[in-house]
């Protein structure tokens, strides 16, 4: 089993900007659908940024232009850069780890991503 830890949330302010960092306790090789998910107090939690099984990336609309998502296989960490932050991307951001290969998923604790207008 392989536990993800998310790290690099904090406060900051409009216009900022944040790296979001996921470390997972073994090999993330095999996780070729990770991904960053957020969910905001009252919302459901949304897919925010993720591998594709093509091996390209996905983004949600909302963070298109700004986001960019991106994995160091041999460090075992997905990072999330995030830049040119709304008070709108406030919430708890969740990482994903995700296999095609063998099914498995596993979801980190989140991290708290709080911007201030």
């Known amino acids: 089993q392989v536990q993800p830890v998310e790290s690099g949330g904090g406060l900051v302010q409009a216009g900022g900007s944040l790296r979001l960092s996921c470390a997972a306790s073994?090999?993330?090789?095999?996780?070729?659908?990770a991904g960053w998910y957020r969910q905001a107090p009252g919302k459901q939690r949304e897919l925010v940024a993720a591998?594709?099984?093509?091996?390209?990336?996905s983004y949600s609309d909302s963070v298109k232009g700004r986001f960019t998502i991106s994995r160091d296989n041999a460090k075992n960490t997905v990072y999330l850069q995030m830049n040119s932050l709304k008070p709108e991307d406030t919430a708890v951001y969740y990482c994903?780890?995700?296999?095609?290969?063998?099914?498995?998923?596993?979801w980190g604790q989140g991290t708290q991503v709080a911007v201030s207008s």
């Open positions: 994903n780890l995700r296999s095609a290969y063998t099914a498995e998923a596993y």
């Open positions: 073994g090999s993330i090789f095999r996780f070729n659908l």
């Open positions: 591998f594709t099984s093509g091996g390209s990336t």
